[in-house]
């Protein structure tokens, strides 16, 4: 590995390894922590990996070998991490299933990739039990509730599998640690599949040693994560980002974690009073509009709240460089070396609206990042004026995700920030950003056709975004190069551009643009029925109530679909073409959106238009819309 990397290696470990090393050293830290009905309960790094290998010796009762795979479908909580860690004591391969997915795309990520025991919730196993016949490999099936119970010997329930084990390891105490300690940095660790946005999913493998690599780098890199913090989990540990810079990385420092749900994750944020937080572009502008909408419950409010964040924005922009970085970082007091009455109105605001505000995510926050998608500059700066610093980063999964991010003390909004320690990065000819480093997968499972035509000749990953340098090494993303348009004119549009510019919009949730071998850009539309509900009721306007429908997000209760009479309001048109056109005037002439649909329900993951990480699926979105699209074209 060379002298020069050991110089930012932590330690060179393997997943199982690392796991022993905390239960050895910080046995008695807080490990995991989560709610149980009205109560938590949590468990300890010694009390966990005592667990871990009482299932690991009961998988090996099974018959599992080392290089086996095992997947692991259920939602984020305190269980997918002890599947994860059991399957890879017993020297397996743990390949990740998002519980979200079809039985079509779950039966064809465990066939390709061989697994032979999936650990799942109950209410997944109708899926496994209708797909079990195509699934030759499949062997066993362990349910994640410790007392399921099934007359099925193929179905263990996780009380089984580790009361079993646990009566293997009277039999032989060291079995497990004979099998961990067998494995090498460089044995396969985990199979990822792709998120699919634009085409059939890939299968992703990592090694320990990537991961090892990967994670290191994170707490060079970033060092929020000190022992005994508190980091708030509640994206899927399905994705990589979750995975490594969430729990990865948290594991390493000795981190506490605590779980959530989107639909819990505001009074989440005030239980367990995280000091970390990771999260996606998508929930940050959900938090920022919740906040915007709860201060508009009287005109007093709204005017203090707006005149706050009109502030807070001047005290940012007035502590940015010529480049637009930021200088903030921990214990940073935002007023130093600003004019008297700008420094006394932001103090004021502060005090009124911004500690408030904080105190709503705990009040104990230390650093925030952003990945798995751009975070708009102008965001960004809303967080920093509210004394709330996100650090966007970048990665994929071929990359255990972060491969460049923002640094504290030194913030560059609208820019996904320079290279994480240890990897190499270049801008080719054509505009891709491509990379190498100790991260990067070892290739697509299956598929060496695939994997040659992601790397160049020299060994550098072919990110397949299209990014542009800024300043000082930091890279801004334009788009995915599959998200360029080219019109029929030959004119390229990036889409994430026009996408950007309603982030911050009220009354519109999303805006999806068209243009590929077209005359001029389209968009579909996603109003936010919500903001709308509220506009209509205090104008007096009527609609067909009757067709509303909610459902969960976030901690709210939301509106996801409204009646065809709702969406062609000539009031709700009108809102729109404003929109549009304030979006327009940032444009060139080329640029700007045309025509428009308006849709009448909003895109999710399970309508299969949006991924796990609310990233949109361009192919799926135009598979689905075809004709609508096609309409506007006439």
Not at 238 to 259: D, K, L, P, Q
Request: proline share 3%; with cysteine; aromatic share 10%.
């Amino acid at each position: 590995m060379g002298e020069a990397l050991n110089k930012w290696y932590i330690e060179q470990l393997t997943a199982p390894a690392l796991m022993n090393r905390n239960a050895v050293r910080s046995g008695h830290w807080k490990f995991q922590w989560w709610r149980e009905g009205d109560l938590t309960r949590s468990i300890t790094y010694a009390e966990a990996w005592r667990m871990i290998k009482k299932l690991a010796s009961g998988l090996m009762e099974t018959g599992f070998e080392k290089g086996d795979r095992a997947a692991v479908m259920c939602h984020t909580c305190p269980e997918w991490v002890w599947a994860d860690y059991a399957i890879l004591s017993a020297g397996g391969v743990t390949v990740s299933v998002y519980p979200t997915l079809s039985q079509a795309e779950m039966s064809f990520i465990l066939s390709a990739s061989g697994t032979k025991v999936i650990f799942l919730q109950s209410e997944n196993l109708p899926k496994i039990r209708e797909a079990w016949k195509s699934l030759t490999s499949l062997e066993k099936v362990v349910v994640l509730e410790e007392n399921f119970q099934s007359d099925d010997p193929r179905i263990l329930s996780l009380k089984d599998l580790r009361e079993r084990g646990s009566a293997a390891l009277v039999r032989d105490p060291l079995a497990v640690e004979r099998r961990w300690r067998s494995v090498d940095l460089f044995d396969y660790m985990t199979i990822v599949y792709t998120s699919g946005t634009t085409g059939q999913p890939k299968g992703a493998v990592h090694t320990h040693f990537s991961f090892n690599s990967a994670v290191c780098r994170d707490l060079k890199d970033a060092p929020e994560y000190r022992e005994g913090d508190v980091l708030l989990s509640f994206l899927p540990l399905s994705h990589t980002y979750e995975r490594e810079c969430g729990h990865g990385a948290a594991m390493m420092a000795a981190v506490t974690i605590a779980y959530s749900t989107p639909k819990t994750i505001v009074e989440d944020l005030q239980l367990f009073r995280p000091m970390i937080f990771m999260s996606v572009p998508r929930i940050y502008e959900r938090i920022y509009m919740a906040m915007r909408d709860l201060a508009a419950k009287s005109a007093l409010k709204k005017k203090i709240f707006d005149a706050a964040l009109r502030t807070g924005i001047q005290v940012v922009e007035a502590r940015s460089d010529r480049h637009g970085f930021i200088d903030i970082r921990e214990g940073t007091d935002l007023t130093e070396g600003l004019g008297r009455w700008l420094a006394f109105k932001y103090r004021l605001f502060d005090r009124l609206v911004f500690s408030k505000v904080r105190d709503r995510f705990g009040g104990r926050f230390r650093g925030a990042f952003s990945a798995a998608g751009s975070l708009p500059a102008d965001l960004c700066k809303v967080f920093l004026a509210m004394g709330i610093v996100v650090m966007e980063g970048y990665g994929l999964t071929e990359t255990w995700n972060t491969i460049t991010l923002n640094r504290q003390g030194k913030i560059l909004p609208g820019s996904v920030g320079s290279p994480a320690t240890g990897v190499e990065g270049r801008i080719a000819e054509d505009g891709e950003w491509q990379v190498r480093g100790d991260n990067l997968f070892s290739g697509y499972w299956n598929n060496p056709e695939a994997t040659r035509e992601a790397f160049t000749e020299d060994g550098f990953y072919k990110t397949g975004d299209i990014v542009e340098h800024v300043a000082d090494g930091y890279v801004k993303i334009v788009d995915r190069k599959k998200g360029i348009m080219v019109l029929d004119t030959g004119k390229n549009v990036p889409s994430a551009r026009i996408e950007s510019l309603f982030s911050l919009s009220k009354y519109i949730d999303l805006v999806f643009p068209i243009g590929d071998d077209r005359k001029f850009v389209s968009a579909i539309v996603v109003p936010n029925f919500d903001a709308f509900i509220e506009l209509f009721r205090e104008k007096g306007i009527t609609f067909d109530q009757s067709a509303l429908e909610y459902a969960e997000e976030g901690a709210a209760r939301v509106c996801v679909r409204a009646g065809e009479d709702f969406v062609n309001r000539e009031e709700l048109r009108q809102v729109i073409d404003e929109e549009i056109a304030r979006a327009n005037r940032e444009l060139e002439e080329y640029e700007r959106i045309k025509k428009y649909l308006v849709l009448s329900r909003k895109m999710t993951e399970t309508t299969g238009e949006m991924t796990p990480t609310l990233k949109i699926k361009r192919k799926a979105v135009l598979t689905n819309f075809k004709e609508e699209i096609n309409g506007l074209y006439k």
